[in-house]
């Protein structure tokens, strides 16, 4: 069975950091990439932070410079690491395979709160 396994989320203070960590259970797809996408209450989902096939990464401009997206292939586990959390990070992130041939797959989500 198919999994994407994210785990980290939590409550901090804000200027505190988390570190997200996604675990990819069984063969998913051809990937041309891994990325975390977050949603906030009441507003849509946004493409936070990718890391293509070859090693690319990309941020969205809110989060440069605080978080760092980062593969383990051995352990088959994607990371994100927030550093320098504000009370607008505050989201349900999701882990999600992105897909050559097949339609992207998205983990459960993870919850991170960030109080003021």
């Known amino acids: 069975q198919v999994q994407l396994v994210e785990s980290g989320g939590g409550s901090v203070q804000a200027g505190g950091s988390l570190k997200l960590s996604c675990a990819a259970a069984?063969?998913?797809?051809?990937?041309?990439?891994m990325a975390w996408y977050r949603q906030a209450p009441g507003k849509e989902r946004e493409l936070v932070s990718s890391?293509?096939?070859?090693?690319?990464?990309g941020y969205a401009d809110s989060v440069k410079g605080r978080f760092s997206i980062s593969r383990d292939r051995a352990k088959n586990t994607l990371y994100l690491q927030m550093n320098t959390l504000q009370p607008e990070d505050t989201a349900v992130y999701y882990c999600?395979?992105?897909?050559?041939?097949?339609?992207?797959?998205w983990g459960q989500g993870t919850q991170v709160t960030v109080s003021s």
């Open positions: 890391s293509s096939s070859i090693g690319n990464t």
């Open positions: 069984g063969y998913i797809c051809n990937l041309r990439g």
């Open positions: 999600v395979a992105l897909c050559t041939y097949t339609s992207d797959y």
